[in-house]
């Protein structure tokens, strides 16, 4: 649905002299309906990538298309329509503190011409679709910062987009008030269809609620995926510090050791036991978590084998079990990935 092919932007730097390439020729496909999570260290490019998406950016060079139509190349009324199709939701909220919840909420159908009777309809509706009904009158100064990302939220939706755009949104709001804010986006997304894409520096975020992601790093995409399969990839650094399962302690040798990914119902399943007899194999687990990622149970391991292990033996095992992957001696960094 959102297509950006060798997307390039460049600054002039402060001061004068030179200029910042925020973006490198950046490729990315989210597909319809996803909740598509954008991550990497600070100045990796993730705002402005967000910026030249709803348009408030200019691309330097490359191309963007939403649905099929270009958006690099609109100017003028066609520009205004576009962004229409386009929510944006704030970190800092970016409400107008004069005016009440439903006047804000309103604010975007102003400008879209809708009259008055129709706004004020299409105001309490989006109001209480994020559970604010009551607090029309309020002002923004009355709410609590959840309430006041609501209002942001309500009014990004104003203009019923194709496409939710949050960057960092929920990272002036406590974890629970966090967690609150991620579920209504999640039944956003499924009651109205909603793609949401979302900058954020927090893996619980990408964990919890993200079906797809991808990583930038110095102005390019470092890698991207959907979140299970990026999981399943013992190759992904996103995947290693979605699910991430610790060194081993006994530094053994990392030739001996292997990485298993279960995906789903197998991580509580006697896959391990049954490898271990059918192969008399001496086995320690010397690292292991179980997450839940995008709803679904993930379960990572780190095994260190006898030295006589029968390699292919084991492969051959862990290939004949339903969502079980195993690579050996798999080992990635992952300290600093977002930072
Ligand atoms: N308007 C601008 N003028 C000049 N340079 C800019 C401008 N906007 C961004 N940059 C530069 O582009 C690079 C990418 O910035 P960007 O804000 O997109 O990073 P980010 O990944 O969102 O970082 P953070 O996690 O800190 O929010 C940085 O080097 C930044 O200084
Ligand atoms: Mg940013």
Redesign the pocket.
Known sequence: MIFVENLVKT?PA?GGAGE?S?LRGIDLQIAEGEIFGIV?P???????LLRCLNLLEQPTSGRIALRGDDLSQLAGASLRGARRRIGTVFQQFNLLHARTVRANVEFPLELAGLDRVQRRARADELIALVGLTGKEKAFPSQLSGGQQQRVGIARALASEPDVLLCDEATSALDPDTTDQVLDLLVELNRTLGVTVVLIT?ELGVLRRICTAAAR?EDGRVAETGRILDLVADPGSALGAAIVPVGDDPSGGDRADTALVTTIGAEAHGPWLAQLVRTLDADVAVVGGRVEQVAGVTVGRLRLRFGPDVDRAAVDAFVAAQPNVTLAWGADIEIEGLLE
Do not use: D, E, N, R
């Open positions: 600054f402060a910042v925020a990497g600070s100045g990796s490019g993730k705002s402005t520096h930038l």
